[in-house]
């Protein structure tokens, strides 16, 4: 008896020693990655701020129009550099009810956007440019009379 109950006391002081050993920790390993896009930078026509070069009312064999500006906003990639601003025609002349009308564009305003953080998305840059028109006295015009436009456009390239 005495030496199945020292058999018994071993097996148990066996079994309690084992569980009472720590486990071997895991351990961890770092690996590296890349994270990457191929950002392709662009500009957007802010369509809700452009605003019409309007001469007013002119009459024909009048004096001249008064000198009207008009603004147009694109929304940009951060930092885009701006190669050239044109107008459609490759220059600011134009006809409006038989009305001739010149048109230049002023240099760009450049309200800068905001960075992306990692709880923030990051904001365009505004690019302003003003437009100023002119219009010379003593033109007859053309047609009836009343309101009329001629669509034009303003491109950048970058």
Known sequence: MKKLLSFASLSLLTLLAMTAVPAQAAGSVIGNFNVKVDLTSACKVDTSSATALDFGSYTAFGASAPTPTASIKFDCTRGLTISSVAF???????????????MTVGTESRAAGTAATTTVAGTADVLTYVVTGSMAAGQAGAGAGGVSMDARTLTISY
């Open 88 to 102: 459609d025609t490759g220059s600011g002349k134009g006809v409006v009810a038989g009305l001739q009308y010149d």
